[in-house]
């Protein structure tokens, strides 16, 4: 992990300390998808993204309320992955560690950002991502130019699962949402035990795909004796030679009903 860096200054001129933010299957999905933020005791669990692969991907931070959301959750940003998380997952973060300083100015749902050192364009993307997930932000202005996520589809996976992250406790039935571009809209999900056995595994249409990114939301009901570790491993079969492709697996903990 790299050195603490939390020197952070935010002018937020319309931003609430506990906002939400925004974003099966079985044998049908759903198109709308909505991702929140949770507050407990003081506390709001957010979504900080590294990289996987050179893909944004985002994993869950709880950060205190009382210093502002956006405050603590671009702090975590620039504090970078933990060793599980690099370990586990190969996440990575392209800020580099002379960016110690951040000043965020959000209105009418813009958030202007001065950084303290230059990043390249994958972690221009993590930073996109992470701030864009607060409904009060729909885009992000660094040295005059304007970013959307659209505006970095080219760091963006062609599966991104932005619920269950990484390390979640889930139980039957597991409910998934995020954003695919995928041939023809299509991919598949497998759930597996820590014993490599099949729990759930169907097909998802997004809302869209064939170079058109779509949201998707699917639920998955699963049974299992007892809690313990599982992974989601969501993947594209080829159409070229039926291969899996764009394969990413997201480690979860499973609950017994």
Request: net charge neutral; proline share 5%; charged share 20%.
């Amino acid at each position: 992990m790299k050195p603490v860096r939390l020197v952070l200054v935010l002018a937020l001129s319309l931003l609430a300390a506990g906002c939400g933010s925004g974003g099966g299957g079985s044998t049908s999905t759903e198109t709308e998808t909505e991702t929140t933020t949770t507050t407990v005791g003081g506390k709001t669990a957010v979504r900080v993204f590294w990289l996987r692969d050179g893909k944004v991907w985002p994993v869950s931070r709880d950060v205190k309320t009382s210093g502002g959301v956006v405050n603590g959750t671009v702090a975590q940003l620039l504090v970078g992955p933990t060793h599980k998380e690099k370990k586990d997952l190969g996440a990575q973060t392209a800020i580099p560690d002379d960016v110690t300083r951040a000043v965020i100015d959000v209105n009418q749902g813009v958030a202007t950002v001065k950084l303290s050192g230059t990043v390249p364009r994958p972690g221009l993307g993590q930073l996109v991502y992470t701030l864009t997930q607060f409904p009060t932000v729909e885009s992000v202005v660094l040295k005059s130019r304007e970013y959307t996520r659209a505006s970095f589809e080219n760091v963006t996976p062609a599966i991104l699962m932005e619920s269950p992250l990484a390390f979640d406790g889930v139980a039957s039935p597991l409910r998934a949402h995020g954003t695919a571009d995928t041939f023809e809209a299509t991919f598949d999900y497998e759930l597996t035990d820590s014993s490599g056995k099949v729990l759930a595994k169907h097909f998802v249409t997004a809302t869209s795909g064939n170079g058109m990114r779509g949201t998707f939301a699917f639920k998955a009901p699963f049974q299992i004796g007892s809690s313990g570790p599982g992974t989601l491993t969501v993947y594209e079969v080829s159409a070229e030679n039926g291969k899996r492709i764009h394969t990413a697996e997201i480690p979860l903990q499973l609950r017994a009903s």
